[in-house]
Nanobody, 119 residues
Framework: QVQLVESGGGLVQAGGSLRLSCAASGRTFSIYAMGWFRQAPGKDREFVAS????????SYAKFVKGRFTISRDIAKNTVYLQMNSLKPEDTAVYYCASRVLTTQSFGSWGQGTQVDVSS
């Protein structure tokens, strides 16, 4: 089992930036990829970005449009989400998740961190 703890959320004005962090512990050797998802009030959870752990291959949702960057620090077992040019519609709880090679879905999830973007 992999445990994930997010941090870095908060309140920011539109146009501002935040960097989210997600620290992994436990069976980190089993991680194939890590990702960020978000859930706004009254909406379904949606994919934001992901990165493969060894090769660093990145994938982004279309709405990111170059504003967000995912990265990882293997030595620290940590994945980051740098969010720039934030918009009020980016307001959501952001979740970190991990995936192992043998599955197609993300099976371990963090508790989430709240991001609020004011207009």
């Amino acid at each position: 089992q992999v445990q994930l703890v997010e941090s870095g959320g908060g309140l920011v004005q539109a146009g501002g930036s935040l960097r989210l962090s997600c620290a992994a512990s436990g069976r980190t050797f089993s991680i194939y990829a890590m990702g960020w998802f978000r859930q706004a009030p009254g909406k379904d959870r949606e994919f934001v970005a992901s990165i493969t752990w060894s090769g660093g291959t990145k994938s982004y949702a279309k709405f990111v449009k170059g504003r967000f960057t995912i990265s990882r620090d293997i030595a620290k077992n940590t994945v980051y989400l740098q969010m720039n040019s934030l918009k009020p519609e980016d307001t959501a709880v952001y979740y970190c998740a991990s995936r192992v090679l043998t599955t197609q879905s993300f099976g371990s999830w963090g508790q989430g961190t709240q991001v609020d973007v004011s207009s």
